[in-house]
């Protein structure tokens, strides 16, 4: 019954990502737009961009760039959202094939550039 439980949940998780978050427009590119969202919304945004059918390899650079500088600029706590993040996007849209392989590396290398850059003092 559990397993059941879980596929329910997912599969709402994963309709309520694709539902509320567009891909990125090029008049959201701006610090303005992205310090209006949060770092949540930056990462659906960029999720729903890579849905894109084939994605080319300069179109996902693009895209890590986009997203680094949103998840800077954007609201909320760093340390809580890299807390989330492996469980919210790494076990529940990679893990689950919902990108493919190539996609969730960017989703890998966007939680490795965010969440373990050296903080100085």
Not at 67 to 80: E, H, K, L, R
Request: a positive charge.
């Amino acid at each position: 019954m559990s397993i059941i439980k879980g596929i329910i949940l997912l599969l709402i998780f994963v309709q309520t990502i694709f539902a509320n978050e567009t891909a990125w427009k090029q008049a959201e590119l701006t610090q303005k737009f992205m310090s209006s969202l949060t770092k949540d919304q930056c990462v659906l945004k960029t999720i729903s961009s890579l849905k894109v059918d084939n994605p080319s390899e300069e179109y996902i650079k693009t895209l890590a760039g986009i997203t680094g500088d949103c998840v800077t600029w954007a609201s909320g706590n760093i340390d809580v959202w890299c807390k989330s993040y492996s469980k919210n996007y790494i076990r529940n849209i990679c893990s689950k094939n919902i990108l493919d392989a190539r996609d969730c590396t960017l989703i890998h290398v966007m939680y490795e550039n965010s969440c373990f850059v050296p903080k100085y003092q």
